[in-house]
């Protein structure tokens, strides 16, 4: 299934979701809020000289229907593609899904029932939230830290839960919305905390390739490459970040047993994703454009990162702190201690400025000390502005709350 921006919003704060949607529609509107490419940044002229070059039999097969699990040479040419990133891709098999939010539908489908337990991070990805609310489950976030999710933490949950999880989500490639990534012994200890106990681990990995240095390039390794055989590691990716949102192409790679449950749930859904932006796709990877353009988004996200990171240091007051991005598309800010995200959002979006506030990110829909600002979206020459407003308005806020602190 596909959602829409104001449907991947975790519904405990759909008031001030549509507040957002309101407010950012506006022409002269500043947005740190879209979790999105700019629409200046797309191939347009790679995809239309593919379009253009198919043969007549192949473009006529880009209107019909497809089979479920995805279109052949679609699914050759990502085996390639991830057998680069070290995956096990001949003893698991790959799925296409409409968007990899509907590869987390369907595994949430497949293995849980209405009070069945999910454990994610806290911080975590809203429209995971939505689709595991949407299925009745009960939520439980474990804190994350700069090296990824906290093990102590994690160990402590499962020794206290009444019953087992069902899976354990997790972002750990430049994390949305923190921005951080899994250092590879942290890795390692979550798959240790795991090992043997039959919790699944979904491994929703939608940024690794937009890292920023290519010395860091060794850190994207996904856990579901470290092979644990006590582990049982479903891994999800996506175009969105790396092509188009709007091919809405995804896809998962699970142990064949998983595959067929998932397919089948996929046939019911929607009989098969796109065969037009999958033969596309498929164009793109098999002709090697896709590096090419990456190594251009790398260049254009780490310009707006340090834009929007020198602008932080430039704009925002004491007690501000910021995780640098090693690639992705967040920064996740930390305010001061008594302000609330909400409260700077009311005040910054009266001048044109709007963000995600950090509560639409906590599994409980309570932790406000946070906010996510995205630089992918929002034009270079926009940024630092928008910055300069938003601290006015996080100043603001500040002085309100100094003001009511004095007179109590």
């Known amino acids: 299934m596909a959602y829409s921006f104001s449907h991947m919003v975790h519904s405990m704060h759909a008031k001030d979701v549509k507040l957002l949607m309101k407010q950012s529609s506006g022409k002269d509107m500043i947005s740190f809020a879209g979790g999105m490419p700019n ?3 797309f191939p347009l002229k790679e995809i239309e000289d593919i379009f253009h070059a198919l043969p007549p039999d192949l473009k006529k097969l880009c209107f019909q229907y497809g089979p479920t699990a995805g279109y052949p040479p679609l699914i050759k040419a990502l085996k390639s593609y991830l057998e680069k990133k070290s995956l096990p891709v001949e003893e698991n098999k790959i799925l296409i899904t409409t968007g990899s939010l509907q590869a987390i539908s369907i595994i949430t489908q497949e293995f849980v029932n209405k009070g069945d337990i999910i454990l994610t991070e806290k911080p975590c990805f809203v429209g995971a939230l939505t689709v595991f609310e949407t299925y009745g489950a009960k939520i439980i976030g474990i804190p994350v830290d700069e090296n990824g999710i ?3 933490e994690l160990k402590a949950v499962l020794k206290k839960l009444p019953k087992k ?3 354990l989500y997790v972002t750990p490639n430049f994390h949305n919305p923190a921005g951080i990534i899994y250092s590879l012994e942290r890795k390692n200890e979550l798959l240790e905390t795991l090992a043997g106990k039959g919790i699944l681990l979904l491994e929703d990995d939608a940024y690794s390739d ?10 994207k390794l996904p856990m579901k490459a470290l092979n644990k055989s006590d582990v049982d590691v479903i891994y999800t990716g996506s175009f969105s970040k790396i092509l188009g949102p709007g091919f809405r192409l995804g896809y998962m790679l699970a142990s064949p047993d998983i595959f067929d449950k998932a397919e089948t749930i996929k046939q019911a859904l929607d009989a098969c994703t796109s065969n037009f932006c999958q033969i596309l796709a498929q164009q793109f990877l098999a002709q090697g454009a896709l590096e090419n353009y990456l190594v251009f988004l790398r260049k254009e996200y780490r310009m707006r ?5 020198q602008s932080l240091e430039k704009h925002m007051p004491e007690g501000v702190d910021w995780h640098e991005p090693k690639g992705g598309f967040y920064i996740w800010v930390k305010l001061p201690a008594g302000i609330r995200s909400k409260n700077v959002f009311r005040e910054s979006v009266k001048k044109g400025v709007v963000f995600v506030t950090g509560r639409t990110f906590d ?11 995205s630089f992918a979206n929002v034009p270079k020459n926009e940024i630092d502005k928008g910055i300069g407003i938003l601290a006015e308005a996080l100043k603001k806020t500040m002085t309100k709350r100094d003001k ?4 109590s």
């Open 39 to 41: 629409n200046d940044l």
């Open 150 to 152: 906290v093990i102590d």
């Open 165 to 167: 999880p069902k899976f």
């Open 210 to 219: 937009l890292y920023f240095e290519q010395g860091d390039k060794h850190f």
């Open 305 to 309: 990162k340090d834009l929007m990171i």
């Open 363 to 373: 599994p409980k829909g309570k932790g406000d000390r946070f906010l996510r600002l």
């Open 404 to 407: 009511f602190n004095t007179i």
